[in-house]
């Protein structure tokens, strides 16, 4: 046995950030930004079931403690009660982790907040692979539940910036609406770009002659970044970042993707039911017939353990995004 | 008189309450023989509970179903519609001739209950273990805005008992001190699949609430004097802040029919086109019969 073999990493406390070493990150701006947000709208209130800390609720309670409501580790309890408060005329923000969420509690979100179009706004932790814990924390195919429900918009955020600027839009918006959590310390990227949140548009973050990306939530960043390697290899890439999954901006997409550039899409996500098939069958929906190179978690039960192996493992690392732009070049 | 005007008060509201529960059994006959089938076993099991919400307990403004300051009732079982329908056509909140399109294309009286289509429904049932758990956010949002004196009742079977939803609603109802909740549960000790008891033990039902820290009633749920002491129970307690009520009501599947009282039960009773006559002669029957004794 080598006594030089590299020490295997571990995997994370839940807590973990997913920010690189020295990346600029900013504390739980989900909290701040519902707070912020529960100033101006005396209607919005905060639930969760047993995950306040865990989901960065815990600073909206802090902050509005009377507004705050801790359901217990009842999920069906949470999305039931959220529907009940938004009948009696309020905003409820009620956040699980996004396995539970999607998995356990669908028939309660389903009828009885997105089927009256009520305006609830369903906020999961540990979206796709951010976390080591295994397949009963890792929600890898929750836009996949999620996309099928009529009258749920489905936010997928890549950074601080972005959930800063979601969160008073999905207060306002009519209906409910599902939100991605990043939480704890969240990488800040955006703002080195003009970009401003849109809910329901795909923006243009970076343009590129040789290769379009279309991504979502965190891996925009590693679009980003991965971006930046490629220029070192001459490939010209742009980037288009999509943080509304449904309804998807199926005009600035379709147009983006209608050009010999080689198209990718990016997401945290299964290949199956995210961001790859939306932006398939939008493509395919108005006659434009491109191949896109889909970039997600394969559609398996993942691995536990450490999130930058996972990542590599798993093809979401900047790393192996550009080995696998390299290879489609050729 | 000041010890007989009560009495006599009280005769008179239970007189009245008796032909309103047999006017909501009419209707659900009524429903009942436009679609040739239906839920008539649970309308008429439960027509007593409902007639007592509606006709003596729950405040609503029958010109305007929105009225902030309404009671809300919830009706989880949405196969029951046909019951609720039978209740709001008796409080004029849905009119009598509508009716007859019970379960007909375009109606606004579909067979399993939905708030969009419907005056004075609040929610959709129909996916059981649902109708508490949004009652117990309505009575927290209600409360939250200060609206405390307004009233949640949630209407659930006893086949709702075995979904973990309903005691999740439970636990949280008391956690919260939900004193403005009420829920009325039908025991009619029947499920899809056949009697309750072999489907899945709930008893002791009583013991289950009470060790979920809500005041339980447990009350003969085709005993409409009983029903009304038990009702005005719970308004006795109910506050904004308190224990969460629940008035577990023991009901007969057809009640008010003999001929159907004694069929062999079944979730979806069958009835023959020349029968729906007779049930509505042995349902006026009895009717005039208990009148008569009670004079």
Redesign the interface.
Known sequence: MSTTAAPKLKTSAMIASFADPGQKTAPAPFGHALAKAAEQDERI?GLTADLGKYTDMHIFAQAHPD?Y?Q??M?E??L????????????T?FASTYSVFAARRAY??IC??IA??NLNVNVVGGLPGLTTGYGPSHQATEDMAIFRGMPNLTIVDPCDSIDIEQAVPQLAASEGPTYLRLLRGKVPTVLDEYDYTFELGKAKVLRGGADVVFVSSGLMTMRALQAAELLAAHKVDVAVVHAPTIKPLDVDTIVAELDTPRLAVTLENHSVVGGLFESVASALVRRGVSRRVVPVGLPDAFLDAGALPTLHDRYGLSKEKIVETVLAELG | MTTVAPTTAHAERLERLAEHAYNVRMHALQMGEVQGQGYVGQALGAADMLTVAYMDQLRYDVADEHWEGRDRFLLSTGHYAIGLYAALAEAGIVPLEELETYGSDDSRLPMSGMASYTPGMEISGGSLGHGLTVAVGMALGLRHRGLAEQRVFNFLSDGELDEGSTWEAAMGAAHHRLGNLTAMVDMNALQADGPAQGVLRTEPVLEKWQAFGWHAIRVDGNDLPALVDAFDEARSVAQPEGKPQVIICDTKVGSGVTMLEEREKAHFMRIEEHEWAICREQLTARYEAAKEAAR
Do not use: I, K, N
């Not at chain 1, 999305?79 to 309020?90: H, Q, S």
């Open positions: 209130v507004r409501f359901m217990g009842s069906q309890l999305f039931g009660a959220a529907a009940g408060m938004a009948e009696a005329g309020l409820p028939d309660f009828l009885d089927e009256p």
